[in-house]
T-cell receptor, first 117, second 110 residues
């Protein structure tokens, strides 16, 4: 069973460009979470999605950031008009969430390291 | 929001030594996970341990939910244990999101 896949692993963008980060959850997992890790810091929650639904986006910056998890295909985290402060590692995690309101282990992908020049 | 504090912030060990890493949290939790972030940045699941004790090889973990802390034990440390250890919790009713501590940086010297 393949783990959580993220691509690209490294992404370099110039200020003002768009960044698109992709996440394919583990097989059988329908819940996806995005986290951001700034240099020398712990991970911070950004958004929680199920297929075609955003469940909790309380950690997302209000502007320039958006996320989706379509019925088909990977989850996408999109950052428009990137700035230097967006440079970070972005991790995706997935879980099966077998029952409503149950808790499950979140499995993390390898991350995408975004560098904004 | 919930506070997650890990101690000590940094730890240097000689290969073969044992260590205990601590995670304190300020609210009731549904979920607690320990992760190891290796020098290449990958996050590796170590334990899902909202309560009780688990062991996996040289690693073991104990969570005492009523007292709001968890401990990660590393025995006979190896240089490959180096990296950052994170504790992350999911607050009861918090809709799945994990709140991470700032991590403990472990260096194991040969």
């Amino acid at each position: 069973n393949a783990g959580v896949m993220q691509n690209p692993r490294h992404l370099v963008r110039r200020r003002g460009q768009e960044a698109r980060l992709r996440c394919s959850p583990m097989k059988g997992h329908s819940h996806v979470y995005w986290y951001r890790q700034l240099p020398e810091e712990g991970l911070k929650f950004m958004v929680y999605l199920q297929k075609e639904n955003i469940i909790d986006e309380s950690g997302m910056p209000k502007e320039r950031f958006s996320a989706e998890f379509p019925k088909e295909g990977p989850s996408i985290l999109r950052i428009q008009q990137v700035v230097r402060g967006d440079s970070a590692a972005y991790f995706c995690a997935s879980s099966p969430r077998l029952r409503p309101l149950s808790t499950d282990t979140q499995y993390f992908g390898p991350g995408t390291r975004l560098t904004v020049l | 929001g919930i506070q997650v504090e890990q101690s000590p912030p940094d730890l240097i060990l000689q290969e073969g030594a044992n260590s205990t890493l601590r995670c304190n949290f300020s609210d009731s939790v549904n979920n607690l996970q320990w992760f190891h972030q290796n020098p290449w940045g990958q996050l590796i699941n170590l334990f899902y341990i909202p309560s009780g004790t688990k062991q996996n090889g040289r690693l073991s973990a104990t969570t005492v939910a009523t007292e709001r802390y968890s401990l990660l034990y590393i025995s006979s440390s190896q240089t490959t244990d180096s990296g950052v250890y994170f504790c992350a919790v999911e607050v009861t009713g918090a809709n799945s999101k994990l709140t991470f501590g700032k991590g403990i940086t472990l260096s194991v010297r040969p």
